[in-house]
C-alpha cells in the first residue's frame, strides 16, 4: 500500500508544473529521499536535470490509465532507488522513453548527461514496428540482451518498467494483457531470476499468475487471507528462535518472512495440503559468513533439523549470485519451519541482485586492483574455477546467450531458441577434461540442467566439437547422449585432426538442451548438405510406395524373423502385419498399428516418434497385441566404440554369456578411431534384450548399443 501511495503522490505533484530554477522539483523528492537513505553522498543535480527534461518532453501526453505520462518514469525510477540503484541508472530510468516516444535524440541526451547514460537510454529504447513489423519485438529483445552484455543496469531498467507496466495492465483489454504476461513469463521474470533481483521477480510473478491463471490467483489468495486471520504460529516459533541465538551468545535479528502467491501455489501443488507454517519462512539475518554456521548448529542443537532439507548456497553459490543456508527444524509440539541463515550483504544481493553490484564499470575497474592485491596465482587460478562468478556483472550464462544469437539471424530462431533457453531454470557444473585439445580445456563448467555430453562440448569446445566421438561420465565410458548431473566429471574425446571430420550426428539434435549446440549442429549439417533426419538413422516410418515387399512378403518375412512371436490386430484376425523399419519392434514392446495401402497394417513402437507425428495428421491407429507363442525372437543391435584389438572377440563372448546366438555380424572399416558393429541375434527370449543391450555397453571401449534402424527404401 505504500507503494501505491507514493505513486499518487508523484502522480499529484507531477501536474504542478516547473518549479523554482536550481531547486529540487516536488514530483522528485520522495525518489531523492529514498536514494539518499542508500546512497547518503548521492549527486542529486542529475536527476533534478533528467527529471526537468523528461518533464517537458512527456508534457501532454497521457497513459491510458489517464494519468500524466511522467508518472510512468517517475514510478520506475522510484522501483529502482527502493533497490538501492546508484544515480546514474536513476539518470537513465527517467530519460528511458524520451527517445522513443519524444522529440529527444541519442545524441542531445549523450550531449547532456554523457556515454553512460546515452547507452542505457539506447539499451531500453524499442525498435520501430514500422522498419521490422512483426520482428520488431524479438529483434528488441536481442538488442536489450546485448546491450546488457556490456552493462547489466539496461536489463534492470526493463524490469523495474515492465513491472510498473504490469501493475496498471487492467486498463488494457483482455488479449493484450494475456499476451504481454506471457512474454513476461517466458522471458523477463527468467531474466530476473538469473540476475538475482528477486524483489522484482516475485511481483512479476504474481501480477502474471492473476492475468494467465485468475481461479488459481483467487483460491490462492483466499488461503493467505484465511491464514492471516489467525495467529501465525511462527511468531512463537520465531520467539523461541531468537532465545536460544541470544543464549548462545549469537548477535542476530530473526524475522518472519511470508511467502509471495506464486511460492504458495506452487507449494501447495507439491504437498496437497498446507500447514500452518507454510505461508512464511523464518530469515536469520547476522554479520559475518562465520555467524550463520554457529546460527545453523545452535538450531540443529536444540531443534530437531530435518536433514533432507538443508541446502548449503553459501559454500556453493547459486549461479545468480544468491547466498544462504537453507534448513527446516521442527519444535517440541512437531511443527516444522523452514529456515533461511544469512549475512545483511547476502540478504542485499539476495534482494537486488546484480543492482546490489553498482556500477558494473567501476566494479570491472577495481578488479585488477583486488587481483595484484591477492594472492597471485592463486587468484587466477580461482577466477577460472569459478566460471559464473569471475566477473559477476557478465554471468556465464549471458555470454553463452550472447555467443548463440549471434548465430541466429532470423528473428523467429532467435525468438523460440530465446524462450527456450530461458526455460531452463536449473543451473548444473560438471568438471570437463578434453584429452589433447589445444588451449585451456578443463576445468568447471555451468550448464543448464539436463545438458547432455554434446552441451558440454559445444559449450567447452565451440565448432571444435564437431569432432567429439565420445566421453566418459565419473570414470566410465558414456555414450554422448548422457544426460550430465550436477558435479559429473567429464572427459571428452576428439577424432584426430588429421583428415576431415566424420561431424555430428543429425541424432544429437534430439538430445541437446542448449541453443549453441543446437544452432552449431544445425549449421555444420546445412553446410555439408546432410538433413536433420540423418539417412542411415530415419526416425519415419516407410511410406507405403517405399516397400519394396507386398504386404504377404512383408508378413513372410517377419514370421522368419520372429517366429511365432508375431503382432496381431485384435477383431481382424489373418490381417497382413509388418514392423515398421524405423524402430524394429520386438515382442514386449509396447506397439500401434497404422493401417497401410493393400490393407496390411504397420507396427510401431508407442516411443517411436512416427507414431507422434502420424496420430498429430490424423492418421487412423489400431491396438496390436503380440500373439502368445514361442517366446524367441531375432533382432539386430549395432554397437558403436572405439577402436580396439580383441573387441570383437570380447563383444561375441559378452553375447553368448547372455544366452544369445549370433546369426550374423557385420563390422565397419574403422574411422577415425570409431568402429561400428552389427549384429543380428536370434534371442531365447525377448525380456532378456534390455540385459544383453547392457552387458554389451559395459564392454571397454563401447560407448553405445543401439536398436538398428533400417534404411527405407528408395522411392
Not at 554434446?454 to 564437431?466: C, F, M, S
Not at 555439408?528 to 519394396?548: I, K, L, M, Q, V
Not at 489400431?622 to 539386430?636: D, F, H, I, K
Not at 552389427?678 to 543391450?693: C, F
Request: aromatic content about 4%; hydrophobic content about 40%; charged content about 25%.
Amino acid at each position: 500500500m505504500s507503494a501505491v501511495r507514493s505513486l499518487r503522490k508523484l502522480s499529484r505533484v507531477a501536474l504542478l508544473g516547473a518549479t523554482p530554477r536550481d531547486s529540487l522539483p516536488d514530483a522528485i523528492e520522495h525518489v531523492a529521499k529514498v536514494h539518499r537513505a542508500h546512497h547518503p553522498g548521492a549527486d542529486l543535480r542529475p536527476l533534478r536535470k533528467a527529471y526537468m527534461l523528461a518533464e517537458s518532453s512527456h508534457r501532454g501526453q497521457m497513459r491510458k490509465s489517464g494519468e500524466p505520462y511522467i508518472t510512468h518514469p517517475l514510478a520506475v525510477t522510484l522501483l529502482l532507488a527502493q533497490l538501492g540503484a546508484e544515480t546514474t541508472t536513476l539518470t537513465a530510468s527517467l530519460l528511458h522513453d524520451t527517445v522513443e516516444d519524444t522529440a529527444v535524440t541519442l545524441e542531445q541526451v549523450r550531449r547532456e548527461f554523457g556515454d553512460q547514460v546515452c547507452y542505457l537510454v539506447d539499451g531500453v529504447t524499442k525498435l520501430e514496428k514500422v522498419d521490422y513489423g512483426s520482428a520488431a519485438e524479438p529483434e528488441t529483445f536481442r538488442k536489450m540482451l546485448v546491450a546488457t552484455g556490456n552493462d547489466v543496469r539496461v536489463m534492470s531498467i526493463k524490469l523495474a518498467d515492465r513491472l510498473h507496466n504490469m501493475r496498471t495492465l487492467g486498463v488494457m483489454r483482455r488479449e493484450k494483457q494475456v499476451r504481454i504476461a506471457k512474454v513476461t513469463r517466458d522471458v523477463l521474470i527468467p531474466l530476473a531470476e538469473r540476475l538475482g533481483i528477486q524483489a522484482l521477480k516475485s511481483e512479476l510473478e504474481d501480477l502474471v499468475f492473476a492475468i494467465l491463471h485468475p481461479e488459481e490467483h483467487t483460491t490462492t489468495r483466499e488461503l493467505i487471507r484465511e491464514h492471516n486471520s489467525c495467529p501465525d504460529p511462527l511468531t512463537g516459533f520465531a520467539t523461541q528462535v531468537r532465545r536460544t541465538l541470544r543464549e548462545a551468545g549469537i548477535t542476530a535479528q530473526v524475522l518472519i518472512r511470508p511467502r509471495h502467491t506464486v511460492s504458495v501455489h506452487r507449494l501447495r501443488l507439491k504437498r496437497g495440503q498446507l500447514g500452518d507454517c507454510d505461508f512464511a519462512r523464518l530469515l536469520v539475518l547476522v554479520d559475518e559468513d562465520a555467524d550463520c554456521y554457529a546460527v545453523l548448529g545452535e538450531l540443529h542443537t536444540c531443534f530437531a533439523p530435518l536433514v533432507s532439507e538443508f541446502k548449503d548456497f553459501i559454500a556453493a553459490p547459486k549461479f545468480n549470485l544468491y547466498q544462504s543456508l537453507h534448513t527446516a527444524i521442527a519444535d517440541e509440539e512437531g511443527r516444522v519451519a523452514e529456515v533461511l541463515v544469512r549475512t545483511r550483504r547476502m540478504h542485499q544481493v539476495a534482494e537486488t541482485g546484480v543492482i546490489a553490484l553498482g556500477d558494473p564499470h567501476a566494479t570491472a575497474e577495481a578488479a585488477p586492483d583486488a587481483a595484484e592485491g591477492g594472492a597471485g596465482g592463486a587468484s587466477a587460478a580461482t577466477a577460472e574455477g569459478a566460471g559464473e562468478r569471475t566477473d559477476p556483472t557478465r554471468p556465464g550464462w549471458l555470454s553463452r546467450l550472447l555467443e548463440w544469437q549471434s548465430h541466429a539471424p532470423d528473428p523467429n530462431t532467435f525468438w523460440q531458441e530465446l524462450r527456450d533457453d530461458l526455460a531452463q531454470d536449473l543451473e548444473i557444473t560438471v568438471y570437463c577434461a578434453v584429452p589433447g585439445a589445444e588451449g585451456a580445456a578443463g576445468g568447471a563448467l555451468p550448464l543448464p540442467g539436463g545438458a547432455t555430453c554434446v552441451d558440454a562440448a559445444y559449450a567447452r569446445l565451440g565448432e571444435a566439437a564437431h569432432r567429439c566421438i565420445g566421453a566418459r561420465v565419473n570414470g566410465r565410458l558414456a555414450a554422448l547422449t548422457t544426460v550430465l548431473r550436477d558435479g559429473d566429471a567429464l572427459q571428452l574425446f576428439l577424432e584426430s585432426n588429421h583428415g576431415s571430420p566424420s561431424g555430428p550426428s543429425p541424432e544429437w539434435l534430439d538430445h541437446v538442451r542448449t541453443p549453441s549446440a543446437r544452432l552449431a549442429i544445425r549449421e555444420w549439417l546445412a553446410a555439408h548438405g546432410r538433413r536433420e533426419a540423418d539417412d542411415s538413422r530415419s526416425d519415419r516410418a516407410p511410406a507405403e510406395s517405399e516397400s519394396t515387399l507386398g504386404p504377404e512378403q512383408e508378413e513372410q518375412e517377419q514370421h522368419a524373423e520372429y517366429g511365432e512371436n508375431i503382432p496381431v490386430v485384435p477383431g481382424h484376425p489373418g490381417t497382413p502385419v509388418r514392423l515398421a523399419r524405423c524402430c524394429t519392434p520386438v515382442p514386449t514392446d509396447a506397439v500401434t498399428g497404422f493401417p497401410v495401402r493393400g490393407g496390411a497394417v504397420t507396427v510401431h513402437r508407442d516411443s517411436c516418434r512416427s507414431v507422434a507425428r502420424m496420430a498429430s495428421d490424423g492418421r487412423l491407429t489400431l491396438p496390436v497385441r503380440w500373439e502368445q507363442g514361442e517366446a524367441g525372437c531375432r533382432v539386430t543391435l549395432r554397437a558403436e566404440a572405439f577402436g580396439r584389438a580383441h573387441l570383437l572377440a570380447d563383444l561375441t563372448e559378452t553375447i553368448a554369456a547372455q544366452g544369445a546366438a549370433v546369426v550374423s555380424a557385420d563390422v565397419e572399416p574403422p574411422r577415425e578411431q570409431r568402429v561400428r558393429h552389427t549384429y543380428t541375434l536370434q534371442l531365447p527370449d525377448a525380456a532378456g534384450l534390455p540385459a544383453l543391450m547392457r552387458a554389451m555397453r559395459q564392454v571397454p571401449g563401447v560407448y553405445d548399443v543401439t536398436r538398428s534402424v533400417r534404411q527405407a527404401a528408395a522411392n
